[in-house]
């Protein structure tokens, strides 16, 4: 049993990846709740798009065959996964695909339940229903635009309808405060600025996605502006490239950090916040 650390919301964000991946159906209402009671203060999220247009919160835009169950009870298989496209899929289609039942093998102390895909609306209604009812502090939540240029028109629209979408279901839902928008897709990311300048969107905090080996000075500038949030991979990061993103007023959230030494590593080099797939790891990661 790895020992668990602390976190002080006030002044370190602790996202819980997919909800919290490591011991719930990621990416499901029941890992979200979990991760409101394990005290994380920003809910990390992916979305993609239905045919009918509805924003479904996934990590990829098909069913993953780890763990994904047809409406037949049938596992989806490797062959056929990524014939299962969610964009060429109506929601009430994707709703009957269990995503919970079989656990996921990389993930062992994952509880098995059965459950589905939930729209973004579905989300936010009942974790702030759940945090309301519980009497908890509001949390913030990080939704990743699940975007490549390689698959505009085929698993996803391109950025501006697919943007134009998520705007629509968080305006009135949330406050701008409580939202960022990451992205790996950095078109994705200048769509949203441009329209939030504009006075169109949530002017929502934005952050961005790294896994590249480019660096942090080249990555901000290809992006065109300086972002919120930095978001790379855990092991890109140093502690020089903390300190020079910190000068340019822009904070530091790497992912998906799940090893207690690497949480305390970096915490102590000085990263605002981290992405895990097991926030009772981090529950009480020293300040």
Excluded at 183 to 206: I, M, N, T
Aim: charged share 25%.
């Amino acid at each position: 049993m790895i020992p668990p650390i602390t976190v002080s919301p006030a002044s370190f964000d602790l996202e819980g990846h997919r909800g919290c991946r490591g011991l719930m159906p990621e990416n499901t209402i029941p890992a979200f709740l979990k991760a409101l009671d394990l005290g994380v203060t920003t809910l990390e999220m992916d979305v993609v798009i239905s045919k009918d247009r509805q924003v479904v919160v996934s990590h990829e835009p098909y069913f993953n065959a780890d763990f994904s169950i047809a409406p037949d009870g049938k596992p989806v298989s490797k062959a056929e996964q990524k014939k299962l496209i969610l964009y060429q899929m109506t929601y009430d289609q994707i709703r009957q695909y269990d995503t919970g039942s079989n656990g996921n093998p990389k993930y062992p102390e994952q509880q098995k339940q059965r459950t589905h895909k939930p729209l973004l609306t579905e989300v936010i209604e009942q974790v702030e229903a759940y945090r309301q009812q519980h009497t908890l502090a509001p949390v913030a939540y990080n939704i990743e635009i699940k975007s490549e240029a390689n698959e505009y028109n085929k698993s996803q629209p391109e950025p501006a309808a697919f943007c134009d979408l998520v705007q629509t279901v968080l305006a009135g839902r949330l406050p701008a405060e409580r939202i960022i928008i990451q992205s790996f897709d950095f078109a994705v990311l200048k769509h949203w600025k441009q329209q939030a300048d504009e006075g169109r969107y949530l002017p929502v905090r934005l952050s961005a996605l790294v896994e590249n080996l480019r660096g942090a000075e080249k990555n901000v500038a290809d992006l065109g502006f300086k972002p919120a949030i930095y978001s790379p991979y855990y092991r890109l990061l140093s502690q020089r490239t903390i300190r020079s993103l910190h000068e340019q007023g822009i904070q530091v959230v790497p992912w998906t950090v799940n090893q207690c030494s690497d949480m305390e590593r970096l915490k102590r080099w000085g990263v605002d916040g981290l992405i895990t797939d097991y926030p009772d790891r981090a529950v009480g990661l020293s300040n």
